[in-house]
């Protein structure tokens, strides 16, 4: 398997995939693509939050095979990009693949910190950190039964990933910096052989 100039960023909910993504991508001059970004599209698209469509996709994928083949499409056809989502390291195997980690009331208070007022709204966030966890926690039970059901995958089995990362415990830019220097290594090592 060839290995591409993709990497790609799982982990968990407020664990900085998304903002990592993006600092990633501008700093190496690719794009950035966000899984998470199609599927709330989607679902707004559906009059549905998040969790809704969570819940619902276990019973009817058409929103995650939507957003699985446009990850497969990149994998397939790109070059120089930097996927934030919780599957494209399965997608795009041959990948650079991060995963993020954070405590989920830690990740809820960052959510929640950095949410905007309409996304607060729209999604019928609970503004109480420790409800908020419990919300993020179904959320992430519910991806991982549709994850096992649909493709028998874990995106939490850290072994699936070549850096793992916990965000918890240093800077955003010490992250940033750990996965390109990660990324970097990973191209050099793939170049040497």
């Not at 195997?93 to 709204?121: C, T």
């Not at 793992?164 to 220097?181: F, H, K, L, Y």
Request: aromatic letters at 8%; charged letters at 30%; hydrophobic letters at 40%.
């Amino acid at each position: 398997m060839t290995k591409k100039h993709i990497i790609t960023i799982a982990g968990m909910p407020g664990s900085g995939k998304s903002t990592t993504a993006k600092a990633v991508a501008k700093q190496l001059e690719f794009r950035h693509f966000s899984s998470g970004d199609l599927f709330r599209s989607i679902a707004k698209e559906k009059g549905v939050d998040v969790l809704q469509a969570n819940l619902n996709a276990e019973k009817n994928a058409e929103i995650d095979y939507l957003v699985d083949a446009r990850l497969r499409e990149i994998g397939d056809t790109d070059d120089e990009i930097v996927v934030d989502s919780r599957t494209a390291w399965h997608w795009i195997p041959q990948s650079f693949k991060v995963f993020l980690d954070v405590d989920l009331l830690l990740a809820a208070k960052r959510i929640l910190h950095g949410m905007d007022i309409a996304r607060l709204a729209s999604e019928h966030v609970s503004l109480d950190p420790d409800e908020y966890a419990h919300i993020l926690q179904s959320r992430l039970d519910s991806e991982n039964r549709r994850y096992k059901a649909l493709y028998k995958i874990d995106p939490n089995d850290k072994d699936n990933y070549d850096l793992v990362i916990d965000t918890a415990v240093i800077s955003e830019d010490q992250v940033i910096n750990m996965v390109i220097d990660g990324f970097q290594g990973w191209v050099n090592q793939k170049d040497a052989k």
